[in-house]
């Protein structure tokens, strides 16, 4: 392991979801799906990290850990609890977390959607029906006229890829489908709806002369797809395959506007950049084999708790590849590891931030790492088990503490570096 450095103007935070932290919220399509006995360890998002009650401790928390930089999302059924109601408190609510975090130096980055819906968009058919591209665009609005004078970045849509495949073809998440043919639908317009809003967010920015450069994103949930046996021309065909249908056409559809096959046809929105940075949530990788169309864990790999492979070098690769088909600054909106035990983050995010040293070595502008995540947190079906957390958090007490690995990430965030020091330090048995 040798010392590295990030650029001066580098910036690192973490990244978190509203529904995976705030808790006390009965109105949207996750609530109802843990209620049905969806998750592993019969836990609900309804719990939590209380975080809607605490953010000013889990604002100084972020403090003790030198961000500059924090990746927040908004929960969609607090600011419109009912279908054209909108509420005046919730936005107030986050008008004072964004302060806060402000007074405290640390810029936040705001998702507008991160996997859940308001009930009532739910019942009228979600993101498959195309209506949902006005009620987003009416929900953008609101939300921007409100916030913008204090954001000026934000991500539209949080892995849209994740959201369609799991709740419409696997049926594991919300609504529970599995259909292609939905699965289709909703990839579309999570495409309009994307690139309606960021259009939208431009235009309502620069009509009022608020502070900042408006940056608007996707935050893209890129895996990459090798082929199990590298020699077998089925299996790298089968991974090159995989790769445009879980990410490679729905990505260039939602930069350009010009929809790609099985996504759709042509450009119904007008094509364009709709994008200012590229955003990357990068976790593992998948060797995909011809036979079955399966994916599998690369033998001999090291794992994290959840057997996700741990694949450093898939971050360099990516953001290479990404870089050379988008010409524009890099962040990684999310990358993390669970590990209960905390024995191997400190390396992951050595590792991973390794990487990105390189690469911006080579030129290439990777501006920004959001680490996920701040504290354990609901993880989904997971629920609670999963534990992505610079900070452990006991759920009964919601008592947070800080592990080992989140200390050497503090240190990172506040020198842009890792010495000789902090390897012996954290590295090492
Ligand atoms: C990503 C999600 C995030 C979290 C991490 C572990 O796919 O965007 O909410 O669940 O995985």
């Known amino acids: 392991m040798k010392a590295f450095k990030l650029p001066d103007h580098f910036l690192l935070g973490s990244a978190t979801a509203a529904t995976q932290i705030e808790g006390g919220d009965k109105n949207n399509s996750w609530y109802n799906w843990c209620e049905k006995g969806h998750i592993k360890d019969r836990s609900t998002c309804l719990r939590a990290n209380d975080h809607w009650n605490r953010y000013k401790e889990d604002i100084a928390l972020m403090e003790k850990l030198n961000h500059k930089v924090y990746r927040m999302g908004l929960e969609w059924s607090r600011i419109e609890p009912q279908e054209g109601r909108f509420d005046d408190e919730a936005i107030a609510h986050y008008r004072d977390e964004i302060t806060l975090l402000l007074e405290k130096g640390i810029k936040p980055l705001v998702t507008l959607h991160h996997f859940t819906n308001p009930l009532w968009l739910e019942r009228m058919g979600g993101f498959e029906d195309k209506s949902v591209v006005w009620y987003f665009e009416r929900y953008v609005k609101y939300v921007v006229e409100r916030l913008g004078d204090l954001v000026s970045e934000y991500i539209t849509i949080n892995e849209p890829n994740v959201y369609a495949t799991l709740g419409y073809y696997f049926g594991v998440w919300p609504p529970g489908v599995k259909s292609i043919k939905r699965l289709l639908k909703v990839y579309r317009n999570m495409a309009l709806c994307h690139i309606t809003a960021y259009k939208l967010i431009h235009k309502i920015r620069k009509d009022n002369d608020f502070p900042g450069k408006t940056m608007v994103g996707v935050a893209n949930h890129v895996r990459i797809f090798d082929p199990y046996n ?94 050379r088909l988008f010409t524009a600054p890099i962040w990684i909106t999310e990358n993390g590891t669970c590990d209960g035990e905390d024995r191997f983050r400190s390396r992951f995010i050595y590792d991973h931030l390794y990487e990105i040293s390189k690469l911006c070595k080579e030129g290439i502008p990777v501006e920004r790492y959001y680490h996920w995540t701040l504290m354990d947190n609901f993880e989904w079906v997971e629920g609670e088990s999963a534990r992505f957390g610079l900070y452990h958090v006991d759920y009964d007490t919601q008592v947070r503490t800080l592990r080992k690995s989140g200390r050497f990430y503090g240190e990172i965030c506040k020198r842009l570096e890792v010495t000789d020091d902090m390897i012996d330090m954290y590295l090492k048995d």
Do not use: H
């Open 230 to 323: 590298k020699y077998n021309p089925l299996d790298i065909l089968a991974a090159k395959i995989m790769d445009y249908l879980f990410q490679g056409s729905l990505t260039k559809s939602m930069a350009t506007g010009f929809l790609r096959p099985p996504v759709g046809l042509g450009a119904p929105k007008g094509g364009g950049r709709y994008f200012d940075f590229i955003g990357i949530n990068y976790y593992t990788r998948d060797s995909i084999r011809f036979k079955g169309f399966r994916n599998e864990v690369m033998p001999g790999t090291p794992r994290n708790d959840l057997n996700w492979e741990i694949y450093p070098r898939g971050l360099y690769r990516i953001c290479k590849k990404y870089y």
